[in-house]
Nanobody, 124 residues
């Protein structure tokens, strides 16, 4: 099992930036990919971005392409989500997740372990 701890959320004005971090511990040697999801009140958990842990290939939902960047530091077992040009509709709890096999990256069912989430609020 892998333990995930997110940080970096907060309150920011529209157009601003935040960087989320997620530190993984435990059986991290089995990590195949890591992803970020978000969930706004009353809505389903939504895929945001993912990265293949070994090759570094990245994937994004269309609404964040060009604004968000996912990256990883393998030595620190950490994945980041740099969020620029934030919009009020980006407001949500952001979750980090990891998967141990090459399943679909864009659905929550594809992931094995989850962090507790960090709140991101973008004011207009």
């Amino acid at each position: 099992q892998v333990q995930l701890v997110e940080s970096g959320g907060g309150l920011v004005q529209a157009g601003g930036s935040l960087r989320l971090s997620c530190v993984a511990s435990g059986r991290t040697f089995r990590t195949y990919a890591m992803g970020w999801f978000r969930q706004a009140p009353g809505k389903e958990r939504e895929f945001v971005a993912a990265i293949n842990w070994s090759a570094g290939n990245t994937y994004y939902v269309g609404s964040v392409k060009g604004r968000f960047t996912i990256s990883r530091d393998k030595a620190k077992n950490t994945v980041y989500l740099q969020m620029n040009s934030l919009k009020p509709e980006d407001t949500a709890v952001y979750y980090c997740a990891s998967q141990r096999t090459g399943r679909v990256l864009t659905t929550p069912r594809g992931y094995d372990d989850w962090g507790q989430g960090t709140q991101v609020t973008v004011s207009s």
